[in-house]
Structure formats: structure tokens, C-alpha cells
């Protein structure tokens, strides 16, 4: 088994983490970069659990649109619940846009392209969609970032290597300028939104990941339950000590 599954519960870690402090400043930076004006069309590729897309509502307006796709019937539905009428979702993925060329203004994508099997597909169809000279904004992680202080670095190291199967390219980023390219943008801009929790604390991107990290690798890469517990807990332990520190990558491109 691979992947991740976005149930319920999973949807539910989700929807926790994203409210931290941290995860609202890196939709700022994606709204910064978006330059929503009102009046415009903007689709969300992967809107998980819609933080983004109500907010961005709010800035294109009543005469503007906002559009959600995700294939995960649990997120649809707790999005849904968050924005009632101001943004329309509909059940699809990122390889098969539900919508006509030229439709919107501007497209993005937080933390998506990384799950997609067929990157190349998923920015063809994008440009399809986007009207000629409309924006793209994506974020994804590069997993080879990632600084996490640990009581036991063996563990941690065969934790985070079980972790990576959650997606289906985990060194995304570097290889999305020539994608952005080869896909036939212009003007590609990259830049980095760093996650840096020092100290341990419930309300952070960190306590939240170490939550989805210790519910999916148990039974991967050998790590049993125990294991994945204790490891939680180690982390946690480290209180004051505790260092994280991650890097995600903005693109922004012109169709
Ligand atoms: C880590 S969450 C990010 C959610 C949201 N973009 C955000 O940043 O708040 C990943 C999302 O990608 C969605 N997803 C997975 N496979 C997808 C695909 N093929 N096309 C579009 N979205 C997909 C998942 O259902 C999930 O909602």
C-alpha cells in the first residue's frame, strides 16, 4: 500500500494543521503572490480543506469566482461546510480539469503536485484551463529539506524514509522550473517559504506533521507501532530543544 488516503480522519489531521499560525502565513504568501483583483476567475487544484479558497473569495468578490477541485469526498465535504455558496467544488483531479480552455484568470495549487503521478499531464491540463496570460501559483515540499532534531536520528531517519511514500515525488521542487517550462510557461519565479517551529508546541506545522507522519508509517519500512509511538514521543519530549525546520517552494508562472 502506498499513498496517501485523505478520509476522514486524515482529512480531519489535515484541517488542524493547516490552521497553525504557520500554514495561515504561507496562504498569506500565496495570496501575495496571487494578486487577486476582484472580478477575477481562480481555480484551486487540491483544495483540501478550503482555507485558501474562502480567502480568496473574499478578494475576488461577488462579481469574481472561486473554483475547488479535489477528488477526496472527506475534504470536499469539510470545505463545503467552511464556504457554503462562495466557492463552487466539484469531485475531480488535477489529471482531468473539469472545466473549459480559457477559464479562469489565475490557477493554484498548494501542496498537490507532489501527490501526482503524471506532473506533465497535470500542467497541461492547467494551461488549458488558464486564459492566455492568466497566472499559475504552486507550492510544494522538498522533503530533503527537512531539519528535525530527534533523541534517536536512526529512527527519525527510517521514519521520514517510511514517510515519503505518502507521496509520489518527494524532491518535487527542484524539477518544477524546467516542468513549468517545458509545459509551456513563461516567466517562471521560484522562491522559498521556509516552516521553522524552535521549541515544541501543539499549535505548530510540526506538531501536526509529526501527527500524520506517526498514523501512516506504522507497518512501513518495518516500523511498528510502538516504534512510531515512542518516536512521537521523543520528539515531544524535547520541549524547549525541539528544532524544525522545512522547506517549501513558491512557483509562480505565466500561461
Ligand atoms: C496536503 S493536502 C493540501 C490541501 C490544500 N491544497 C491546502 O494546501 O490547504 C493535498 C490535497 O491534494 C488532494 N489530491 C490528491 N490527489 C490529487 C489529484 N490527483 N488531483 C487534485 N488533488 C489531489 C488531496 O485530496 C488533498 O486534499
Not at 136 to 150: G, P
Not at 164 to 186: I, N, S, T, Y
Not at 191 to 198: G, I
Request: charged residues 25%; glycine residues 8%.
Amino acid at each position: 500500500m502506498s499513498g496517501l488516503d485523505f478520509d476522514e480522519e486524515t482529512s480531519r489531521r489535515v484541517e488542524a494543521t493547516y490552521l497553525t499560525p504557520d500554514v495561515v502565513w504561507q496562504r498569506k504568501v500565496v495570496r501575495e503572490a496571487l494578486a487577486l483583483r476582484p472580478g477575477e476567475r481562480v481555480l484551486d487544484i487540491g483544495s483540501g480543506p478550503g482555507f485558501l479558497a474562502v480567502e480568496m473569495s473574499d478578494e475576488v468578490g461577488p462579481d469574481g469566482a472561486v473554483c475547488g477541485i479535489d477528488p477526496a469526498p472527506s475534504m470536499l465535504a469539510i470545505a463545503a461546510d467552511r464556504s457554503g455558496h462562495a466557492v463552487e467544488y466539484r469531485q475531480a483531479g488535477a489529471e482531468r480539469i473539469p472545466y473549459r480552455d480559457g477559464t479562469f484568470d489565475a490557477v493554484v495549487s498548494t501542496q498537490v503536485f507532489e501527490y501526482l503521478p503524471d506532473v506533465p499531464g497535470a500542467l497541461a491540463e492547467v494551461r488549458r484551463v488558464l486564459r492566455s496570460g492568466g497566472r499559475l501559483v504552486l507550492v510544494d515540499t522538498d522533503w530533503d529539506s527537512i531539519v528535525w532534531r530527534s533523541p534517536d536520528d536512526a529512527l527519525t531517519d527510517r521514519v521520514l524514509t517510511a514517510f515519503e511514500q505518502h507521496l509520489a515525488d518527494a524532491r518535487l521542487p527542484r524539477k518544477l522550473p524546467a516542468a513549468l517550462v517545458a509545459a509551456g510557461f513563461r516567466d517562471v519565479r521560484t522562491s522559498v517559504v521556509p516552516m521553522l517551529n524552535v521549541g515544541y508546541s501543539p499549535a505548530t506545522y510540526s506538531a501536526g506533521l509529526l501527527e500524520l507522519v506517526t498514523a501512516f508509517v506504522v507497518g512501513r519500512n518495518g516500523i511498528t507501532a510502538a516504534e512510531a509511538a515512542a518516536w512521537a514521543e521523543g520528539q515531544r519530549s524535547l520541549g524547549a530543544d525541539h528544532f524544525f525546520s522545512l522547506n517549501r517552494y513558491l512557483f509562480v508562472a505565466t500561461g
